[in-house]
């Protein structure tokens, strides 16, 4: 999944598959995880966020199903 780069202190990219709803961050720490039945809006949400990290501690952590990938 092709990722871009965000700009945030906390998410250094993030990509989105519209077909299967899964969103794949790859955080500044390097840890990359996907998260699952993840509705566009929410991925738009997160893009056009003024603050990237605010937005995904409240919409988007402990919201959606997640798997942290290696």
Do not use: C, K, N, W
């Not at 945030?8 to 699952?36: C, K, N, P």
Request: proline share 6%; no cysteine; aromatic share 12%.
């Amino acid at each position: 999944m092709r990722r871009r780069p965000l700009e945030s202190g906390a998410i250094a990219s993030a990509g989105y598959d519209a077909q299967l709803s899964v969103l794949e961050l790859e955080f500044t720490s390097g840890e990359i995880y996907r998260y699952y039945a993840v509705p566009p809006s929410v991925h738009r949400g997160l893009v056009d966020a003024e603050s990237a990290g605010r937005y995904f501690r409240d919409r988007i952590r402990d919201v959606y199903p997640a798997e942290h990938r290696h």
